[in-house]
């Protein structure tokens, strides 16, 4: 079976640096794009940024660069994405998912990490 | 990149079709065969419905379809049914080589 299985949730607070991790199964990791997507409370779907293990080339959406890293280790099949210095308004759901090429139409969803992070 | 343009809302009653629209440019939507659509349920994880404008993987019934005239897109629902409801996202891939997600769309089943 296909899947995505992300990091347990976190609470934080301001200023703490945070890593989540998203491990794929089922299928040759560093064949495909991950992407990570932030839902904040209530909200819609953001894209912040996509991977491909494979080579390491990384894409960050202009709202998120400079403010979040996204890696992977494609011995392991993990995909990862960190903060240095979490704020209030990091605090969302958010998912990895797996793509083709060019990176788009994702088929496999992990179940979601929720970052909560208080002042 | 700007969000896609979606209605915030649409509703329809059990058996009727809907369509939902999304909107973008020919940067996006208008510039590739690369439109996908997205069913989210509350407290739930987006599933993939729709990929490359009109494709459907598989197990995802033939009610959903999917289509493109220039810069919108468009997901029809045909035969509605209650388990239709939910939120639904459009997302297209683009000239940044990153894609984008519309604002979502929230489908009411009356």
């Known amino acids: 079976e296909v899947q995505l299985v992300q990091s347990g949730a976190e609470v934080k607070k301001s200023g703490e640096s945070l890593k989540i991790s998203c491990k794929g199964s089922?299928?040759?990791?560093?064949?495909?794009?991950i992407g990570w997507v932030r839902q904040m409370p209530g909200k819609g779907l953001e894209w912040m940024g996509v991977i491909y293990p494979g080579d390491s080339d990384t894409r960050y959406s202009p709202s998120f660069q400079g403010q979040v890293t996204i890696s992977a280790d494609k011995s392991i099949s993990t995909a990862y994405l960190q903060w240095s210095s979490l704020k209030a308004s990091d605090t969302a759901m958010y998912y990895c998912?797996?793509?083709?090429?060019?990176?788009?139409?994702?088929?496999?969803w992990g179940q979601g990490t929720t970052v909560i992070v208080s002042s | 990149q700007s969000a896609l343009t979606q209605p915030a809302s649409v509703s329809g009653s059990p058996g009727q079709s809907i369509t939902i629209s999304c909107t973008g440019t020919s940067s996006d939507v208008g510039g590739y065969e690369y439109v996908s659509w997205y069913q989210q349920h509350p407290g739930k994880a987006p599933k993939l419905i729709i990929y490359?404008?009109?494709d459907r993987p598989s197990g995802v019934p033939d009610r959903f379809s999917g289509s493109k005239s220039g810069n919108t897109a468009s997901l029809t629902i045909s035969g509605l049914q209650a388990v239709d409801e939910a939120d639904y996202f459009c997302?297209?891939?683009?000239?940044?080589?990153?894609?984008?997600f519309g604002g979502g769309t929230k489908l009411t089943v009356l």
């Open positions: 490359e404008v009109s």
């Open positions: 997302s297209s891939y683009t000239t940044t080589g990153l894609p984008v």
């Open positions: 089922g299928y040759r990791f560093s064949k495909s794009w």
């Open positions: 998912a797996r793509g083709g090429d060019p990176p788009n139409g994702m088929d496999v």
